[in-house]
Nanobody, 115 residues
Framework: QVQLVESEGGLVQPGGSLKLSCAAS????????MAWYRQAPGNERDLVAH???????HYTDSVKGRFIISRDNAKNTVSLQMNSLKPEDTAVYYC?????????WGHGTQVTVSS
């Protein structure tokens, strides 16, 4: 019912910035929950940030003050602006949507922070 398409990640130098975007299409109900998760090799998939349909946000402690999650309800997109990137931010980033009681995941995009 819902398809999520993430933008390309890439290789970024420490201290640099990168913006990820996720476009959702299909049967997305007005009340929904959108989020970004990430997973590094050997680790669990962890929540990075989420945003409700009402604009309420939450960030995991390690990215507070550096990352910003936002959404465009008209376009059904969710974005993650990543600033002051650190090597430990290296991971595959996944877009997530919860709507009408169902969960959807993007394919995942690689973000590598290295000099």
């Amino acid at each position: 019912q819902v398809q999520l398409v993430e933008s390309e990640g890439g290789l970024v130098q420490p201290g640099g910035s990168l913006k990820l975007s996720c476009a959702a299409s299909g049967s997305i109900f007005p009340f929904n929950f959108m989020a970004w998760y990430r997973q590094a090799p050997g680790n669990e998939r962890d929540l990075v940030a989420h945003i409700t349909s009402g604009g309420i946000t939450h960030y995991t402690d390690s990215v507070k003050g550096r990352f910003i999650i936002s959404r465009d309800n008209a376009k059904n997109t969710v974005s993650l602006q990543m600033n002051s990137l650190k090597p430990e931010d290296t991971a595959v980033y996944y877009c997530y949507v919860l709507t009408a009681g169902r969960q959807y995941w993007g394919h995942g995009t690689q973000v590598t922070v290295s000099s």
